[in-house]
């Protein structure tokens, strides 16, 4: 029997029975299926700008998120608008949402202050006696592209990305009203999606829902809680940065808690509201683009992920977000052009050449794209996890996804050894027609040989790459 590494070990997986009951007799009556939870193809999302290649990341996923700067249709707030043309001299219309949608992907569009926000030192000057421009602005880019009008080219708006505790509350929260009421009038369609919140305190980069979210003039105007998570590490000895990252399932990160805070907030003050995570990634860049590290990055010895773990962590977190109370996850980023910096690697191609993430992830989503999470058949940290999905239309069709819940963080990617080892799932529904290794490469994923050593009992090894044990 293969180890973990230098010791033996051997997992007994008791599906279909409760936890820790010694009977192992098979229970062959189906389980209840939650049919709200969002079918995979409904869940997977990329975030994306205008150099998206619709055609290109069609396989990965259906749901695309957009960076639109406001002061890209207005220098400042007052002016005349021009929709779908902006100043940059991009028609959105022909050139990118007409096409995305065309593609078939259905598009959130992140409304950013930028210039009219904390990125200009002036910018409460500029709203003063214009702040009901910003009702005009939201009802004319409702009204333009939103699943009520004849384009039908967006169905969301999120009002601002990460204005977090710079934007100055009071004035943001006023905008918040008019842009938000406006957004209502021009669709009433169109769902409104916070900013980037959480349920902890304000930070530079997310609002506190505490802060305006559950009051009563404030809940009727918004559809969607917005969650920012990356699986940043905090700065300790061994770690000079707190921009390096870890595997999702690290108990050392707030990567998951920050979205079970912001469940739980939603189900005391705002149980109608579903919620988004809008970003989430992982930096993975090659090896030359290490050497040109320079500025913070190399001062403080930012390091990325390998490729490989890049592609793990990646279907990983979408498996953890999966079983979480939430109704979607937008990966963060569709491209990169391999630089060694945070946020500048997270593509799932790398000058639009797919990295094994791009595969992985398509292998995801086409995997899974009719099934929808069901339940944890088996949680154990540092060892295994196993999680059971239902096929939507046939609820007999059932998938084990199975993986070791291990890693490093990045900065001891170098030499580090994956953990793998032999295990044994008990009680499956029904025998594997196939168990499906991930894929990181173009063509057929490999084929995992396992062993029926029993009646629904099969063995097998797994490792830090998911695997797919599908039934009949």
């Not at 842009?179 to 902890?200: E, F, L, N, W, Y």
């Not at 829902?209 to 559809?223: E, H, Q, R, V």
């Not at 290490?290 to 490989?308: F, H, Y």
Request: proline share 7%; charged share 20%.
């Amino acid at each position: 029997m293969p180890a973990w590494n230098t010791y033996a070990v051997r997992f007994i997986c008791l599906v279909f029975a409760c936890t820790g009951c010694a009977n192992t007799t098979v229970n062959t009556s189906p389980l209840p299926i939650d049919s709200t939870k969002p079918l995979f193809r409904d869940f997977m999302g990329i975030n994306a700008h205008v150099t998206f290649k619709p055609a290109l990341y069609a396989t990965v996923c259906r749901l695309v998120r957009s960076y639109h700067n406001i002061d890209w249709d207005a220098t400042a707030p007052g002016d005349s608008l021009h929709i779908p043309l902006t100043l940059n001299h991009i028609n959105w219309q022909q050139d990118v949402y007409g096409p995305w949608k065309a593609t078939g992907f259905e598009t959130d569009i992140c409304l950013q202050f930028n210039q009219l926000g904390p990125a200009n030192s002036h910018y409460r000057t500029l709203w003063t006696g214009h702040e009901s421009w910003a009702y005009q602005y939201g009802k004319a880019m409702a009204a333009w592209y939103g699943p009520s009008g004849k384009k039908q080219l967006n169905t969301s708006f999120e009002i601002d990305n990460e204005p977090g505790n710079r934007f100055d509350p009071q004035l943001y929260r006023r905008l918040f009203k008019e842009m938000a009421t406006g957004i209502r009038a021009g669709d009433p369609k169109v769902r409104i999606v916070t900013p980037a919140v959480t349920a902890r305190h304000a930070d530079d980069y997310s609002q506190g829902l505490n802060d305006m979210y559950a009051d009563p003039d404030i809940l009727p105007l918004y559809d969607v809680i917005n969650l920012h998570t990356y699986p940043i590490l905090p700065r300790f000895a061994g770690n000079d940065n707190s921009w390096n990252r870890s595997y999702p399932e690290d108990r050392s990160l707030d990567y998951l808690r920050v979205v079970d805070a912001a469940v739980a907030w939603r189900n005391r003050y705002a149980k109608e509201k579903d919620i988004w995570i809008t970003e989430f990634g992982y930096d993975a860049c090659t090896p030359a683009a290490m050497q040109q590290r320079k500025d913070w990055a190399l001062k403080l010895n930012w390091q990325g992920v390998s490729d490989l773990q890049q592609a793990q962590y990646l279907v990983r977190s979408f498996l953890l977000f999966a079983a979480m109370d939430i109704q979607r996850a937008y990966l963060f980023y569709y491209n990169d052009e391999d630089e060694a910096s945070v946020h500048a690697a997270s593509g799932l191609t790398r000058h639009f050449i797919p990295k094994p993430s791009f595969w992985a992830v398509k292998q995801l989503y086409e995997t899974l794209g009719d099934y929808r999470f069901n339940r944890i058949v088996k949680k154990q940290d540092n060892d295994l996890y196993v999680y059971e999905f239902v096929h939507s239309r046939k609820p007999g069709s059932r998938m084990w996804v199975a993986w070791s819940p291990t890693g490093t963080g990045s900065q001891h990617k170098e030499g580090y050894v994956p953990k793998e080892g032999t295990v044994v799932l008990d009680q499956l529904p029904s025998p594997p027609q196939s168990i499906i290794g991930m894929a990181t490469t173009a063509g057929v994923a490999p084929e995992i040989p396992w062993q029926r050593i029993g009646d629904s009992v099969i063995q097998l090894v797994i490792g830090e790459s998911p695997l797919y044990i599908v039934m009949e």
